[in-house]
């Protein structure tokens, strides 16, 4: 498993995304991007990620940071998912768990002692030079991405 830590250079990625077309992490070089990994599309805790980053998007866009979510849905699945919550940040595909992997998100979990592997819920903060500048493991939902917002803010 991959260990990043602060400081360490973002892995590369590029992948489909909602609405057509390709997102890479190129796309956001010279600007902060926080790209935050969720497990499933339409589920309860991915959604309410996705509409408080949703909520705040203009605050983030004002802060000059870009806001990227990544799951191993597909892109049909993410297009659904946006229409359905009116979701204004992009959404990669990552079906073949690539850059999960590569961020250290793909680990086992395990649910009523069942254990499999899973995207586990994480956000990279990710600073305009390319450089990982904040890691938030294991998120719990609830005012994480005010807390986003604030270490944006901070930078």
């Known amino acids: 498993m ?7 250079e973002a892995p590369y990625f590029d992948l489909p995304r909602d609405g057509g077309g390709r997102v ?7 600007k902060p991007l926080v790209l935050f990994f969720y ?5 309860t805790a991915c959604t309410a990620e996705s509409v408080s980053f949703t909520a705040l998007a203009a605050d983030f866009e004002k802060a000059g940071a870009a806001v990227l ?6 892109v049909k699945s993410h297009d659904k998912f946006v229409k359905k919550h009116a979701l204004s940040v992009s959404l990669a595909s990552d079906e073949e768990k690539t850059a999960a992997e590569s961020y250290g998100v ?3 979990k395990s ?3 069942r254990t499999f ?5 994480s956000t990279f903060l990710i600073g305009a030079d390319g450089k990982i500048v904040r890691i938030w493991d294991k998120v719990k939902v609830a005012g994480h991405a005010e807390a986003v917002l604030a270490a944006v803010k901070e930078l």
Request: net charge negative; hydrophobic share 35%; glycine share 16%.
């Open 2 to 8: 991959v260990e990043l830590g602060i400081g360490d």
């Open 24 to 30: 890479s992490l190129t796309d956001f070089a010279g």
């Open 39 to 43: 497990p499933k599309d339409d589920t």
């Open 69 to 74: 979510g990544m799951s191993p849905d597909s």
């Open 106 to 108: 793909w680990r086992e």
């Open 111 to 113: 649910m009523y002692g």
């Open 117 to 121: 592997m899973g995207v586990v819920r």
